[in-house]
């Protein structure tokens, strides 16, 4: 798989691996740009037009599949902070680094015993398909069985398959207080934390586009489609892979949580809010943001998560040039740092970019491609840097 990686920076730039053979140095004052994964994402014209903007493209390990053939010879593999790439534990590297509230983190033994509900998710999947709510002894034992038996564990193969057929047969008779469930270890890629309930009648969280010189280009309210307490039914797939999740919210099978969905992503339907002082003429979507203390005649992004996710911008930096930072309220209009995408999905109305502009580049490109070359053009106006890195 083609690895496209590049860091914006100045200066010079140390060689994480020489033995690639690529010269050193970056010259002083050019812009270098290293992002993991963007040759997937990207065609070529949406890579030239960082070279058409001043950008000096570093960072590449080219693959026998690589998409972009021809574009290497001028790209190198530089140092970074690999734990803010794609590093399961990214968003609390970056948290702690920038000093900004997370919800609180349970250990996979607290599980059990707590008496509240909590979230559970995969943070190396996306478009919110991994976050579940487990609430009672039910949804825990149904959880701990589907993760040990669709993910590694440290069991011994042959032990683990005789646990995991005990530990179906007690899901089946309902036997929720089975000793063997406490014996369940997880993988240590899954996250436990606290669950936030937020302000209004709708599971909802915050969506700001900051960029790598800490910039804020638009921000969202998004709610979930459904209000609090619909449950999220997803059909069986004919064709599974071991971990698919659609195992925790099929209905047929015996993993199914049988609990509220609780995402607000885009991707599983959500809901934006646009807080671009634009008024919100949905009734609905006007009472979300008077519950989260926003004005609905003149919504804009409150100050400070601005600031934070300013912050976050910038500590990505040497990841990704434009960063979708997550943040959660709660009833107190406390927030909270959820997590940083890099390329994330672009809203066209947050950019103001009109439909039709986008409809007009149909079949020469796609939406998303076009609205990231719109951003790389704006960002690369920015003075470098706008603040200290």
Known sequence: MAFLRRVISGGKERLNAPAFGISETIGRGKRTLYIPAFGINHRPEVIDEFRKNGYSIAGTLIAQDDPFPGKEQDLG?????????????????????????????????????????????????????????????????KFLVYANEHFNSSWDRNQSKEKIEAAKHAIESGQWDWEGFSEMEVSDFWIFQEYIETPSDFYTSFRILADAYGNI????????????????????????????????????????????????????????????????????????????DIDPDNPRIPQQLKDKASKVGILMKRVFPFTGVDFIYDRDLKDFFLEANTGPTLFSEGLGVSKEEIRRKKGKEDGQEYLTRVLIRRIAKTDFPRLAL
């Not at 140092?79 to 702690?96: P, Q, T």
């Not at 250990?107 to 995969?122: A, D, Q």
């Not at 190396?124 to 579940?132: C, L, M």
């Not at 199914?256 to 979507?285: F, K, W, Y």
């Open 77 to 141: 593999l530089f140092l970074v902070r690999e734990n803010l790439s794609h590093g399961f534990r990214k968003s609390e590297s970056i948290a702690k680094l920038a000093g900004i509230e997370q919800p609180r983190e349970f250990e996979h033994s607290e599980i059990l015993t707590l008496h509240k509900p909590f979230v559970v998710k995969f943070p190396t999947a996306d478009r919110g398909e991994s976050v579940f709510l487990l609430d009672g002894r039910g949804s825990i034992a």
């Open 217 to 292: 280009h638009y921000g969202t309210l998004l709610r979930s489609l459904q209000p609090k307490g619909v449950k999220r039914v997803v059909d069986r797939d004919p064709n599974p892979i071991d971990h698919s999740f659609t195992y925790l919210h099929n209905p047929e099978s015996m993993y199914c949580l049988d609990t509220p969905d609780i995402v607000s992503n885009a991707a599983q339907g959500g809901i934006g809010i646009h807080l671009n002082g634009m008024r919100i003429e949905d009734e609905a979507n006007r009472n979300v943001a008077e519950a989260h």
